[in-house]
């Protein structure tokens, strides 16, 4: 019988300010798969706004320190999967294939590879 368990083990590192929840750090462990990501969302689910690096299999747990960097570089450049929505609501998926060929190529054309950082609820913005 498959087992369609996505992670086994999940590790993360977030702080929150006024409504939103900032994760700077969110690892998602598999057998086949393991996903890197960060980014930010309401307290209450909404206005999801994720990006998610995926590597193999739990390869960053066994390797020492400063050789995990090496594959993670690599797979930056694969494959980037961006989660957008709202929890409850099938959030929306896209992915990006190739990062390091598509990413030059929006900018080249007018748009932007990563979505910009939005001002924190009650923020005065200093270009008014």
């Known amino acids: 019988m498959h087992d369609r368990t996505l992670c086994e083990e999940a590790q993360a590192e ?3 300010q006024a409504r939103r929840v900032r994760i700077t750090e969110l690892n998602l ?10 980014g930010e969302m309401n307290l209450d689910g909404t206005d999801i706004n994720m990006d998610f690096n995926v590597d193999p299999a739990r390869l960053s747990q066994v390797l020492a320190p400063g050789i995990r960097k090496i594959p993670q570089a690599i797979s930056n450049q694969l494959w ?11 959030p929306k998926f896209t992915q990006e294939p190739m990062p390091c060929f598509i990413d030059p190529l929006k900018k080249l ?6 979505t910009p950082p939005r ?10």
Do not use: T
């Not at 980037?80 to 409850?88: D, F, L, Q, Y």
């Open 14 to 16: 977030f702080d929150i």
């Open 29 to 38: 462990f598999g057998k086949a798969v393991s996903l890197r990501g960060r």
């Open 80 to 90: 980037k999967i961006n989660m957008r929505g709202e929890v409850g609501k099938e």
């Open 109 to 114: 054309f007018g748009g932007a590879s990563e």
């Open 119 to 128: 001002p924190a609820p009650g923020a005065i913005d200093g270009n008014r």
